[in-house]
């Protein structure tokens, strides 16, 4: 009989096929060998499951009731301990370093170690310990095994075609299942501005998130549609479902065919206002996406895919062979290329793990604390700036003396390239990403000392309104709608204006069709959109009298009722 399951549709676009279920949450453990040079990657993602789990203890400890027995406390106390133990940190770490295993297996293996002894012993309390030993090891695992990579997962598997269920998946996993060729994708988790669902939107896998507890409901091969715009899962489908879904799925493709009218008609609205469309590029491959659809240049280029599914840094030459090829693959278009973005939600090998890591170390605070990762990425910008127009952008900007800083080392690395008689423009524009609400609310300093701006929505709507982006039971508030957004949005545009320097937007609300006039109306001139959705946009501008959306976009500013908002957006 067939069923149906309900979570959020994060990556548009209709798929019918097998499934496959990553179960890489079990503790089944499997063992594979590391190279010599990840062994101090492997050893640092132990102590960051170590770490994990000695904060996910403490903060049980502190949420115990006081009516709570006092065993209770000193039951996890003793976990604590064991925790900072050499038997569950330096031991695993030589196991990983003698016998170049992974973490998981060096954690296994120091596990049957200590239960033998444990097993050995006369005394039958002490015996019952080894339940403790187990009980630590779970959690050191389920924190490694969240954090692992799919590699080893689906090595050898054979998914082209079919449905990847997870728990989770990271934008490395993404990437990873992409080149298997997969048709759709479902997590338990997740949310539509997570990087998971943007890189899936920009490889055109449909998606599916906040699918809770899916995976006791579906089976191993079991037949599934995917509705990625409605945010359903189908499962059993019968005859009459699957030829329905079907003509969606060559209807959708007669759409997208139909907007190709659009490709080299410019981007002017019906009363005449020139707006500028660029497109956003996650992956090498969107640059001829970006190209296909005439877009005037590259607005985002995120370059976080650089770092994934690897355990060591980029090198100089790496980088600026990456940026010449897209200078090449681009003809002469403005490239806007963002220094790596890397911590919140993009996860690399080897990097940081917080309790809280959209706060964390993240973006621009995570490279000026890495000097090896980001002087090798900075030089090879400026050096592809001899080959073509390319422009620096700084994500998650959040105090001026970021900005500060990065143009010391920039200007540091000019001389030493000029020193060395190495090519590259002088006058290369640096820009930042207005994505944090202080950066916003002070926009006017960083348009001050700052050739551009562009406003990155994803996070700073997050940010602005409290709500993870990931998290998808607070997704419901995720309102890019809401009026302090709007007024963060109105006023950074403003800054730009009263400095004379553009202000783009990237974030996903600028691809979003439903807010073109509303953006328009605030007076956003330059749009950066996935090329999936760039020609729905055009053909948004060009339908729209600029003039007739400025009341109420304004009015939106000062509109504290949700229904309200919604008929204003809906009037325009
Ligand atoms: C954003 O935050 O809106 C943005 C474009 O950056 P990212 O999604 O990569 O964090
Ligand atoms: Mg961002």
Same mark, same amino acid.
């Given at each position: ?82 925790? $900072? ?76 075609? @079919? ?10 996993? @993404? ?53 990625? $715009? ?165 994500? @998650? ?27 590259? $423009? ?78 783009? @937007? ?67």
């Amino acid at each position: 009989m067939s069923f149906s399951l309900h979570g959020v549709g994060v990556s548009r676009g209709i798929a019918i096929g097998k499934v496959h279920i990553v179960e890489r949450d079990s503790v089944e453990v499997a063992e594979y060998a590391i190279a010599l040079s990840e062994v101090d990657a492997e050893i640092a993602r132990l102590a960051d499951a170590v770490n994990q789990a000695k904060m996910q203890l403490r903060q049980i400890r502190e949420h115990i009731p006081t009516s709570a027995a006092a065993d209770i406390a000193s039951f996890i106390d003793t976990h604590l301990l064991m925790l $900072d133990d050499v038997a569950f940190t330096e031991e695993p770490a030589r196991i990983i370093g003698d016998t170049l295993c992974n973490a998981e297996w060096a954690v296994k293996t120091q596990r049957d170690a200590l239960v033998r002894i444990f097993d050995e012993m006369e005394d039958a309390y002490l015996r019952t310990r080894r339940d403790d030993v187990d009980h630590v090891v779970a959690r050191i695992l389920r924190h490694l095994l969240r954090h692992q990579p799919l590699r080893h997962e689906v090595a050898d598997r054979h998914l082209e075609g @079919m449905i990847v269920l997870a728990e989770d998946l990271s934008p490395a996993d @993404m990437v990873l299942l992409s080149h298997h060729g997969i048709a759709a994708y479902l997590t338990e988790f997740g949310g539509p501005t997570s990087h998971t669902a943007i890189l899936a939107r920009s490889l055109d896998i449909p998606g599916v998130a906040g699918l809770h507890r899916a995976r006791r409901y579906v089976q191993e091969n079991e037949m599934l549609i995917v509705d990625g $715009d409605a945010g359903v899962v189908i499962g059993e489908p019968d005859e009459r479902t699957l030829a329905s879904y079907r003509a969606r799925q060559a209807a959708r493709l007669e759409f997208l065919n139909s907007l190709a009218d659009l490709v080299d008609v410019e981007s002017v609205s019906d009363d005449g206002i020139t707006v500028n469309l660029e497109g956003n590029v996650e992956l090498p491959s969107d640059f001829q996406a970006v190209a296909a659809v005439n877009a005037l240049g590259i607005g985002l280029y995120r370059t976080e895919f650089l770092f994934m599914n690897r355990a060591d840094i980029p090198s100089e030459e790496e980088h600026l062979a990456t940026y010449r090829t897209a200078i090449e693959k681009t003809a002469g278009l403005p490239i806007t290329i963002r220094t790596a973005d890397i911590g919140g939600d993009k996860e690399i090998e080897g990097g940081p793990i917080a309790a809280n890591p959209a706060l964390g170390l993240r973006g621009i605070r995570y490279c000026l604390r890495e000097p090896s990762l980001f002087r090798p990425q900075l030089r090879a910008i400026l050096r592809a700036s001899a080959d073509g127009p390319v422009r620096m952008m700084l994500p @998650m900007l959040a105090n001026i003396s970021e900005v500060r800083q990065v143009l010391g080392i920039v200007q540091g690395l000019k001389d030493e390239l000029a020193n060395a008689g190495v090519s590259f $423009d002088a006058n290369i524009k640096i820009g930042g990403m207005i994505e944090v609400p202080a950066a916003a609310t002070c926009a006017d300093f960083f348009a001050r000392e700052l050739d551009f701006l562009s406003i990155g929505t994803n996070d700073l709507i997050q940010y602005a309104l409290a709500v993870d982006r990931v998290n998808d039971e607070v997704n419901y508030l995720y309102d890019p709608l809401n009026p302090a957004v709007l007024r963060l949005i109105a006023h950074t545009i403003e800054a730009g204006n009263d400095h004379e320097i553009p202000v783009a @937007m990237c974030g996903e609300m600028a691809g979003d069709p439903q807010y073109t006039r509303l953006l328009l109306g605030l007076g956003l001139r330059h749009f950066s959109v996935h090329p999936t959705t760039l020609l729905e946009i055009k053909h948004m501008i060009r339908l729209t009298d600029v003039s007739r959306c400025v009341d109420v976009a304004h009015e939106l500013l000062n509109e504290a009722e949700p229904r309200r908002r919604r008929e204003l957006l809906a009037s325009l």
